[in-house]
């Protein structure tokens, strides 16, 4: 059947994996029930040990869920570290479920794939090698891809049920107290972890440096952890991020910030406490800069920003430009060695972050939303995950969740290379159309027709050219050509779940 | 026409292609290395082969390593390739361009 994006989903796979088919982006006032977990009864004496195969032992069998956390993205050691053992144990059948996965972990993760440890995946995204095997059927179950705020759901609903949380963290004491701002290895922000801490069966914290008992502030709590295992390393943080805080020259990225900048300050939102969260890349990190011009020169100051956060942001936070920076991830060095000095800088997990099924979410409150896109169509879907080739390779992250902010602006140059960034239909749908107001590109602003308001008002702004998507479409069309169209086998490889844990579209299998 | 030594144009930048020219006897044979070879292979052979052709060139050996380039930087680099295989880069062929 066709699901209310116009994307075919089969009825197999909506029996199969109990799924139903995307609907609405409205989350409305269902009542929902969290899932318990284990808890091993303990005065915690003996939690912390040495060795981590006997852990792994102990506590692991065949065909459980496993878990992780990405905050130390490429600089991750933990991962590939535990995840080793596991294979040269010979378990068989495992459930993955980390909050993402990052380019340290793909080479592990097929190994893992093929020797069978590892027979199910969920996780926010997938890029480089393991998204092109996952392509090309590596996996014989399909990759569920959630949101973050759809995982942090999914573990409180019990649809990810995690018996080992295995988490990577700068610092703990005996006890397992930890949190991610202190230590050698800082990575910020715990906030997709906590998660975890929170709902799996058993919590083995791994950390480089045991300080002593108590340890504060806990972000994860001794009552929560089941064994601290000492090692020699958890992360490198200086590959947290890829030194992306840099301003860019590229003169296309600073002319599609200048408009995203125009477009902010000319909607109904930029006033005193606003709330607005950016991406990471080149033009977004450029809007901080031209955002705090124009906060400057207009005396306006944000309430908050959300989401992942940089070091740009919490210069905003040092200079009084915004008040609280929400923080569930840090991006770069910068912003995960400042959360210990900036009180404001305050870390939030996954579910207060984005999850749709709480008391309310950081998300639900965001006015502005600056997000990025791989592709977006002229019904405004949006795809982040897979390339025009078809291939696997991005993530979900937060943007079905920032998505529901009430102005949401995509910024994406026209094309890349010869590949158009406005289509007339995406490879794969991330975000519904419906949660998108604007795209701003290097040669025009294209206005979601549903939002008159917002079109009212960038008319009365000339420095705004506002164009329909159709026009850009054909414009993108124009400059790089029709692509021939991509062969797929009838197989499918991943379901990409919207946040409310529906079906908004299928990967199929790349045709060899 | 046929080529009178082998011959390079473009570079390996992105949104570039490089073409390389050689004697061939069989037709004109292009091995295409594409960054987006699923979605543009097809269209590259095609712009490269007419403008072989234009030039009367039947027989030739083609690489090509593609960057991402656009067809006008296809046509551009294999004409410049060509007239320098064909040793005619004094005497520009204008009904080409």
Known sequence: ?512 | MDIKKTALAGTLESSDIQITLSKGDNGVNIDLDSSVEELYGDQIRKVITDTLAAYGIKNANVKAVDKGALDCVVKARTMAAAQRALETTDQPDWEVF
């Open chain 1, 1 to 512: 059947m066709k699901n209310n994006v116009g994307r075919e989903i089969s009825d197999e796979i909506l029996n199969s994996t109990n799924h139903k088919p995307f609907e609405t982006t409205e989350i409305g006032h269902p009542t929902v029930h969290y899932t318990g977990h284990n808890v091993r009864v303990t005065k915690g004496d003996d939690k912390l040990v040495d060795s981590l195969d006997q852990v792994i032992k102990d506590n692991l069998k065949d065909g459980m869920t496993i878990s992780f956390h990405h905050h130390f993205r490429n600089g991750d050691y933990v991962f590939n570290m535990v995840m080793d053992k596991i294979i040269k144990m010979g378990y068989k059948d495992l459930t993955l479920a980390p909050s993402s996965l990052t380019g340290v972990m793909n080479d592990k993760v097929i190994e893992a794939i093929k020797a069978g440890t590892i027979t199910n995946i969920t996780s926010s995204g997938m890029r480089g090698s393991l998204g092109e095997a996952v392509s090309h059927g590596l996996l014989k179950n399909p990759v569920i891809f959630r949101s973050h705020g759809n995982r942090a759901r999914s573990i409180e609903n019990g649809n990810i049920k995690i018996d080992v949380a295995f988490l990577g963290v700068p610092n703990s004491d005996r006890m397992g107290n930890a949190n991610g701002m202190n230590g050698e290895s800082a990575l910020g922000s715990l906030g997709y972890a906590l998660v975890d801490a929170q709902y799996a069966n058993k919590v083995v914290l791994l950390t480089d440096t045991i300080v002593d008992y108590p340890n504060t502030p806990a972000s994860i709590k001794q009552t929560q952890v089941d064994y601290v295992v000492k090692v020699d390393k958890v992360g490198d943080p200086d590959r947290i991020g890829s030194g992306a805080t840099r301003f860019t020259k590229d003169p296309k990225e600073l002319k599609i910030a200048k408009m995203v900048n125009d477009v902010i300050v000319n909607s109904p939102y930029f006033k005193n406490n606003f709330s607005f969260q950016t991406g990471t890349g080149g033009a977004s990190l450029a809007v901080t800069r031209f955002l705090r011009q124009s906060m400057l020169d207009n005396d306006i100051k944000a309430s908050f920003t959300c989401g992942g956060t940089t070091s740009p942001i919490v210069k905003l936070l040092e200079e009084g430009l915004v008040k609280k920076v929400m923080d569930v991830q840090d991006f770069d060095k910068g912003a995960a060695s400042s959360m210990k000095s900036n009180p404001g800088q305050t870390e939030i997990d996954g579910s207060w972050y984005a999850d749709p099924d709480n008391k309310g979410a950081m998300v639900d409150q965001l006015d502005i939303a600056i997000l990025s896109a791989l592709e977006i169509d002229t019904d405004f879907n949006v795809n982040v995950l897979t390339g025009s080739n078809g291939v696997i390779r991005g993530a979900v992250g937060g943007h079905q969740d920032a998505g529901t902010a009430k102005m949401t602006i995509i910024s994406a140059p026209l094309t890349r290379g010869r590949i158009a960034t406005v289509v007339p239909a995406v490879n794969s749908i991330t975000t519904p159309g419906s949660s998108i107001d604007v795209l701003v590109t290097e040669v025009g602003v294209a206005v979601n027709p549903a939002r008159k308001d917002l079109i009212e008002a960038f008319k009365k702004a000339p420095s705004i050219p506002l164009v329909s998507i159709e026009e850009l479409q054909k414009r993108a069309e124009g400059i790089v050509g029709k692509p021939k169209p991509i062969e797929y086998t009838d197989r499918t490889v991943a379901l990409v779940e919207y946040r409310d844990g529906t079906l908004i579209d299928e990967v199929k299998q790349i045709k060899d």
